[in-house]
């Protein structure tokens, strides 16, 4: 088995970042779903998106849909569609972004938004019926987890994938949250 760990921050902050940890809250979630897949050895692999060159969609084309509606690829010329075409290669995925003002972070907008207009109406998905884990790390005031949440859920209902775990994280519940990322991850076996 193969997970694929996207997530939507900066990478790890430095060190005069004021933060309660060194790495920030994102990135500790995605140490702690790291190693927790690995302790059960499935393969793991994590991107950065914030790393990724991807535009938002222009909505081209005839009433907004250009070849992504038929062709399940997007015309621009950037890393989303080797990234789209490479999620067929795992079995499931975790995604957690950070929340900004509410939402989910802008570079995670951006993935879902161009990965729903090539994969929703593909007949042929090879990401339909995947399951995956979402997750919103508020780090503030610790607000926003469920709106962010509730985008997750918009994309599970048009990608028709299996939301195993949707899993709010803040500053002051993240210990216990570790245990839920385990009761989730474990889902991926069962």
């Not at 921050?9 to 970042?17: L, Q």
């Amino acid at each position: 088995m193969k997970i694929l760990i996207l997530s939507f921050s900066n990478n790890k902050v430095n060190e005069d970042s004021y933060v309660p940890n060194k790495i920030g809250l994102t990135f500790s979630c995605v140490d702690e779903c790291t190693n927790e897949l690995k302790s059960k050895g499935i393969q793991v692999e994590h991107i950065c998106m914030n790393y990724k060159n991807i535009k938002k969609c222009m909505a081209c084309g005839k009433r907004g849909w250009g070849i992504c509606l038929e062709e399940h690829k997007c015309i621009m010329n950037d890393d989303f569609n080797e990234l789209y075409n490479m999620m067929n290669k795992y079995d499931g995925f975790i995604f957690i972004t950070p929340v900004y003002f509410w939402e989910m972070s802008e570079s995670a907008k951006t993935f879902f938004d161009r990965l729903k207009r090539c994969d929703a109406f593909n007949d042929n998905s090879k990401i339909k019926g995947k399951k995956f884990i979402a997750m919103a790390c508020a780090g503030g005031s610790g607000g926003g987890t469920q709106n962010t949440l509730q985008a997750f859920d918009a994309l599970n209902y048009f990608m028709k994938m299996d939301m195993i775990g949707r899993i709010p994280i803040t500053k002051f519940n993240f210990e216990e949250q570790k245990q839920e990322i385990k009761n989730c991850i474990s889902k991926f076996i069962n």
